[in-house]
Every structure is written in structure tokens, then in C-alpha cells.
Nanobody
Framework: QVQLVETGGGLVQAGGSLRLSCAAS????????MGWYRQAPDKKREMVAIISRGGSTLYADSAKGRFSISGDNAKNTVYLQMNSLKPEDTAVYFCNSKGVWTTGVYYDLDFWGNGTLVTVSS
């Protein structure tokens, strides 16, 4: 069983910054990737940024140059530093993990956190 818990959301003015954190716990060793997705009202969930265990990163076009994803493999924690926030960044941000290794066994599974709300006021 894996649990992902996001923290760091809140209300910020346009141009401001927030840092989201996601801590994973449970009976596992490591993930292939961890990342952040977001879902705005009446919109589909979309990828924001992903980081592999080796440190490779992938960003949505909307996040490039403003957001930075990082991870701590030892703590199974991933962070999202969001700068120059815009009202259109308002959404619930979800932490995701893909591919989980337990002792000797790999599972091609996704896990999701419950989300943290980010609201950017104009």
C-alpha cells in the first residue's frame, strides 16, 4: 500500500510563489517516476511536471521557465517550486507516482494523492 500526501497549497497573488511537497509512505522501495498534475474547475487533469528517479524531468509548456520539480529519493519526496504564478494556474494539484518497486517485485501501478488547492488571485 502506498500513500501520497501533498502539502503547500494556498492562496497567493499573481506573480507570487508557492512550493508544493509530496511525501510518499507505505510498503515499497521506490518509484520509477513522481510528478505533479493539476485539475482546474471544469477541465481535465493535466500533467505539470514529472521527474524520474535518475533526475530527468519533463514539463508542460505552461510550466516551463516558471516551475521547477525536484525530488529526494532517500525520502521518496517530490517538490514543485512554482514562481511567477498566474490566475490560470489556479487548480487542485495532485501528486502522482508511476511504477512501484517492492522487495523483488515491480508493479506497473499509478498512485495519487488527494490533492492540494492552489488559488492565484489577480
Amino acid at each position: 500500500q502506498v500513500q501520497l500526501v501533498e502539502t503547500g497549497g494556498g492562496l497567493v497573488q499573481a506573480g507570487g510563489s508557492l512550493r508544493l511537497s509530496c511525501a510518499a509512505s507505505g510498503n515499497f522501495l521506490r518509484f520509477n517516476t513522481m510528478g505533479w498534475y493539476r485539475q482546474a474547475p471544469d477541465k481535465k487533469r493535466e500533467m505539470v511536471a514529472i521527474i524520474s528517479r535518475g533526475g530527468s524531468t519533463l514539463y508542460a509548456d505552461s510550466a516551463k521557465g516558471r516551475f521547477s520539480i525536484s525530488g529526494d529519493n532517500a525520502k521518496n519526496t517530490v517538490y514543485l517550486q512554482m514562481n511567477s504564478l498566474k490566475p490560470e494556474d489556479t487548480a487542485v494539484y495532485f501528486c502522482n507516482s508511476k511504477g512501484v518497486w517492492t522487495t523483488g517485485v515491480y508493479y506497473d501501478l499509478d498512485f495519487w494523492g488527494n490533492g492540494t488547492l492552489v488559488t492565484v488571485s489577480s
